[in-house]
């Protein structure tokens, strides 16, 4: 089984903040995922505390699934509780948008459903 | 001699003049004669004054329009003032590297710097002694947040976003004001096509407290400002946000909508609350996720 070890400061440095930050390693994991079975994500106990970098870097992942099955291929390793707190919330409520959003598309598309 | 055009500021520049400060300073923004920005009598500044200040002597110097600022005679906020780097933005030829950027009172910002929100909350967890690590991550996210949505909608690295943060001794109260110069948020949500063209710019910034509400296209939204607000308002504390002509005000039980009658071109957050009433509110706790962690 391959793996890519891809090193959080190494490859953003203290560039963990913005949207911009995030999507530095967005890329980075899956040019990774194209090569490898798993991928291996170092935080090192860094503590982000930034929703809009861990949403574009991470959670955008389980969204898109642009890659295959990336739930048993990321390893988040190192990552502090409180952060793992964060992705769990930006993932709940990510899904919870995206029900919603779908529900109003149905309701959109199926207007006689509703209206007798 | 060349004539002059004087803007006299009060003894308190308080949140409730910046609505008088942003008129003047509109009516000034483009004239060809020298503005003179009298602080002599200024014994305090509040965040969102000190950045209407900046930024319409920022936006006066990039025009090569002249600006100048007469000091307060008292020594605090003279000091306050020059910190913030008003003085050295009207003496500098070079005015945008001329900014002192290691001061967290006042800082002009071309790019997310990391050093930033981690200042800003470290000032303001030292001020609010009593809370856990818990709530101070809580602080540090919402912080975070609030700039870097600034700096997402910044319209250009030359004008950058501005950020200030000041705590009061005698009330315990600490303000953070956030400012960027992009193009406001209805425009933002109108080309994203979320919403209609004839809105008004302060029923926009009330969709935009909407969950879910969000100028990315083709995504769904992050926790954004809806939940920097909730926060805010469940510790006591209030949120004013001001973009366009659009102006909202946010507290516990208030949510008061008014309309300005000069522009300000950007987004300007502002929030204000008491240290001594935040306290851990034991956030809920995500279900199941699907991340692996090690």
Known sequence: ?116 | MPSVRKIVLPKLVNESWSNTLMKRLGQELDTDETVILDAERVCWISPCGTILLSSFALRRLMAKKAVQIILPSNTEPRQYIENSGLLKITRSTNMLDAIDVNNVQLRLLHKMEPLVPESLSEFVTHQARNVDDDEKYLLRMWITELLTNANDHAISADFGFWVCGIYNNSDHNIRICVADSGIGIKQSLVNAEKLPRNISDGEAIVKALEEGMTSRTGKTGGLGLKHISSYVKSHGGSMTILSGTGKVYLARKTKRVKMNHQRYQGTIVSVMFNTGLISSNGDAKPDKTPFTFE
């Open chain 1, 1 to 116: 089984m391959s793996e890519e070890i891809l090193n959080l400061e190494k490859i953003c440095g203290s560039n963990i903040y913005s949207r911009d930050d995030g999507r530095v390693l967005y890329n980075r994991i899956n040019e990774s995922l194209k090569v490898a079975d798993r991928v291996i994500v170092i935080f090192n106990e860094k503590e982000i505390a930034s929703e809009s970098f861990l949403d574009e870097a991470i959670v955008e992942h389980y969204m898109s699934q642009q890659s295959p099955n990336v739930t048993n291929r990321i390893i988040l390793r190192g990552v502090t509780k409180p952060d793992q707190m964060l992705l769990g919330r930006i993932f709940e409520y990510r899904r919870r948008l995206e029900a919603k959003e779908a529900k109003k598309k149905n309701r959109k598309n199926s207007p006689n459903e509703t209206t007798r």
